[in-house]
């Protein structure tokens, strides 16, 4: 963790967030890692996750699941950002990887109405294809908050498997935008930087943060979608500085990233790559 830049409060509050989680699982607790934005230095304060991953030995009985809701709800008051984004796997799910993968549990500030309320499913068969994708880059880009090195419990993510990953995430991308009104100012920040380090991973194997893939875009991708991937760069790095866009030049820069994304992919599998 020395390494990073982490501001004083966030630090705080993922020291917060592995004490307890410690405290609760104790010798069930194989490691936690960081993944995403923070851990690859591109962390908005205002609008970021706090990307974690949890890997414990024996999957989560239905009073641990609602147990782990209420500690997580409490542990994310006042956490910077858009606060946590973590999943709870057990070490088997990592070391013998599955597509979709399976979760013990899932928990996003966003859902925190719903965890109040007894709203979510405990169910057991939860399964995340996103998971293939946060397997990867925390291979390749996180950090060890607590417990067993990286090295030694997340193997190699057949690629076959996160390509269908980023399919899924490009199309709910790609969705979000074409859905946006003709006549609407639009920056949907996410999308468009997502697309960026998409390709970036499928071009170059470049494991990117949101704006790294951005700063790539800008080197690789056709000058007319310059001022698209700038102003989503610039509302990236601060909240408030990216201007609104035209939605039918967004939606223009949403094809042809997408099409492209489709088309490499496609050479990839064909290649066996």
Not at 46 to 74: A, H, R, T, W, Y
Not at 167 to 191: G, Q
């Amino acid at each position: 963790m020395n390494a990073l830049e982490i501001p004083k409060n966030v630090q705080k509050a993922l020291d917060g967030l592995v004490n307890k989680t410690r405290e609760y699982f104790k010798d069930d607790l194989v490691g936690m890692y960081l993944h995403g934005s923070l851990a690859m230095g591109g962390f908005n304060p205002v609008s970021s996750d706090i990307d974690i991953l949890i890997v414990v030995k024996n999957p989560l009985s239905l009073d641990q699941k609602k147990e782990l809701g209420k500690m997580f709800v409490d542990l994310s008051e006042g956490v910077p950002g858009n606060g946590y984004e973590l999943s709870i796997v057990t070490v088997d799910a990592v070391q013998n990887f599955v597509y979709p993968t399976p979760y013990e549990f899932h928990f996003s500030y966003d859902q925190k109405e719903a965890f109040l309320q007894g709203l979510i499913d405990f169910s057991n068969g939860a399964v995340d294809p996103d998971l293939a994708a946060h397997f990867l880059i925390t291979k390749k880009r996180g950090v060890c908050l607590y417990g067993q090195p990286i090295s030694e419990i997340f193997k190699e993510v057949p690629k076959e498997y996160y390509l269908d990953s980023l399919m899924k995430d490009a199309a709910w991308s790609y969705n979000k935008i074409i859905e946006t009104s003709d006549d609407e100012s639009t920056l949907p920040v996410y999308a468009i930087l997502n697309f960026c380090r998409m390709l970036a991973l499928l071009q170059v194997d470049l494991v990117a943060s949101k704006l790294e893939g951005g700063e790539w875009a800008l080197k690789n991708l056709p000058r007319e979608y310059h001022q698209i991937i700038e102003e989503a760069l610039k509302e990236k790095r601060e909240s408030g500085a990216g201007k609104g866009l035209d939605s039918k030049s967004v939606k223009e820069f949403a094809r042809y990233a997408m099409q492209l994304i489709q088309d490499t992919s496609k050479e990839l599998s064909v290649l066996g790559a």
